[in-house]
């Protein structure tokens, strides 16, 4: 009977005890339900674009480098999630912001990351490799200079067959958007009519379409081929493919299809951008003025 108060008093205070460690527990699950920041990884990898484009000099720079769990709240900066540890960047809103500098390897932390607008800044290099095979994947919309995908500045299909007296076209693409597209066309006034006269259009595309193209075109192996490509037939076509990257002119021929099959998914690529180009204006002239070969030599 002496021993029953003790008991008692035991059992009371382990229930106690047992109280107190569940409301610690969830004292700190509340705690880290309001705690904001993003993870370690994430707030490393914009200090490190801060550090790698002048941040100090930025034109914006509210809140940048402040204490860990205030990123979302820096210019510039979006987020998803409110609650860590789902907090992560989903959006960079850096367009005319005085960047300076080249885009830091430690961006493509940002594994989240849905937008990145960067126009109207002074940026050398492409963005880093994550950035760009999720750009190319389709989850990171992108819009800054084209020069950040790609250092190819224009692209230029020719086509035309040795039989055929209209079966000439040659389209070229700009990263500004414009395009050409010249075709050799058959007055045919009557069944003896032998005049041709050339047809000009002019349009536009999306820039974002070009630098998937030019993306496709460097990834294609296209600047090791052999600069010329034929088979011994007549009466076949002749396709040549031009492109500018870094200044530097590189062309390559294709006679009777005898290139091999990544040059026939380039011209085919190019073909098919330049089908979805909305054209503006359309004139005539007497004759077209084919981008000839010795503007664009052979490479060694």
């Known amino acids: 009977m002496n021993k029953r108060p003790d008991v008692l008093v035991g059992v009371v205070m382990m229930l106690a005890g047992s109280a107190i460690a569940t409301a610690s ?5 509340e705690a880290s339900e309001v705690a904001l920041g993003v993870s370690t990884e994430e707030r490393e990898a914009l200090v490190a674009l801060y550090d790698a484009t002048d941040g100090s000099h930025w034109t914006h720079r509210v809140g940048w480098l402040g204490p860990p769990g205030t990123e979302c709240s820096w210019h510039g900066v979006q987020c998803s999630g409110r609650l860590a540890p789902h907090v992560a960047v989903t959006s960079l809103e850096l367009s005319n912001n005085n960047l300076v500098g080249t885009l830091p390897e430690a961006l493509g932390r940002l594994d989240k990351l849905e937008w990145l607008h960067l126009y109207g800044n002074r940026l050398s290099g492409h963005l880093p490799d994550a950035l760009m095979r999720r750009w190319l994947a389709g989850p990171l919309l992108f819009s800054g200079d084209l020069s950040l995908l790609t250092d190819v500045s224009e692209i230029s299909f020719d086509s035309t067959s040795t039989s055929m007296l209209c079966a000439h076209h040659q389209v070229t693409l700009r990263p500004d958007g414009s395009a050409r597209l010249l075709t050799k066309r058959c ?6 009519d032998r005049r041709t006269f050339c047809e000009m259009k002019e349009g536009h ?5 070009f630098a998937r193209l030019a993306v496709l075109i460097e990834r294609s192996g296209f600047f090791e081929m052999k600069a010329e490509h034929s088979r011994n037939v007549t009466d076949a076509r002749f396709e040549t493919t031009r492109v500018v990257r870094n200044g530097k002119p590189y062309r390559v021929s294709n006679y009777a299809a005898a290139g ?6 380039v011209q085919t690529a190019i073909e098919g951008v330049a089908s979805s180009v909305e054209w503006e ?14 503007d664009l030599p052979f490479r060694d």
Not at 260 to 265: D, K, Y
Not at 281 to 294: G, I, L, N, V, Y
Request: charged share 25%; proline share 8%.
């Open 205 to 209: 595309l999306g820039p974002q379409q």
């Open 25 to 29: 527990r969830a004292g700190a699950g």
């Open 281 to 294: 204006k359309t004139t005539t002239q007497p004759e077209c003025s084919w981008a000839r070969d010795f």
């Open 260 to 265: 091999p099959f990544e040059l026939w998914v």
């Open 187 to 192: 007055r045919n006034a009557t069944r003896r």
